[in-house]
């Protein structure tokens, strides 16, 4: 499969910051950037476009003003344009369905209330088994909260009770090809029973952290082994994962976080971490699909 990074555009200054990091992505990665608007992508349109052959003609400049301008900042990237129809989450996944990622913008409000990832964005990460990553525009400038760090440290949260080679693989070639350190975080909450023996739980505590802390390093050491060059750091943390996650993501170049694939007749859940830290972390977050 030919490397490519899928970003899903709509005119707005947070799909513009999408674009502008998944072009250094693709960069990174040595990949092509697929430049993409879902016909029905947007929630609140910047302007009138009343008529289809207006939305056409509005969808094409777009993305070739967007392409035009990555073509300047990245003479060697190969960029390719394209619109497609229909339900905008499945029209988004099955564009990315042979990319390495797709890329998508959310918009801020502030540091208290969070971002908000829009609805279309969270049907898109549960409809596609491809890593997602969403990249914030705070200052509505049209560039990535943050800047477009290509160094620096990744941070990955991991539950050591759910399989997680999907997230640990992603998690390690992003902080191998940005030189940085991967944090691995693993939240947990001491069991309910402790709180009837006080004088016991400062022991009782350490040594169950004490193993937790073990088992995370029993899973890490292959990936040491493959990764030899990326530092790591464990942290087992007392705590809310996602709180956890969250400030360890200070600064972060991007955090990794996961979701179980699962579906019922409910419809799909993302799951109440990823949720969190997709909401509130201002770095970039990738949401990796796992099973």
Known sequence: MTSQVTVGLDGSPESTAAARWAAYEAVLRGASLDLVH???????????????????HWAEGVLRGTADELRREHPSLEISTRRVGGLPSLALASAAKDSDML??????????????????????IAETERPVVLVRSADGSGNPAGGVPERGHVVAGLDIHQPGDRILAFAFEEAARRDGT?????????????????????????EIGHGI??????????????????PVEPRVTIGQAAIQILDAATGAALVVVGRRIRRSSFGTHIGPVAHAV???ATSPVAVVAHG
């Open 38 to 56: 879902a016909e029905e992508w947007l929630e609140n349109p910047p302007l009138p476009v009343a008529t289809t052959e207006e939305r056409r």
């Open 103 to 124: 890329v998508l913008g959310s918009r801020g409000l502030g540091s208290i209330a969070g971002f908000v990832v829009g609805s279309t964005g969270s049907a898109t």
């Open 182 to 206: 991967l944090v691995v975080v693993h939240g947990w909450s001491p069991p309910p029973v402790l709180s009837y023996a006080p004088a016991l739980d400062a022991g009782v505590l350490m």
């Open 213 to 230: 802390g073990t088992e995370l390093e029993g899973i890490l050491g292959p990936w040491r082994a493959e990764f030899p060059s990326v």
């Open 278 to 280: 997709m909401h509130h």
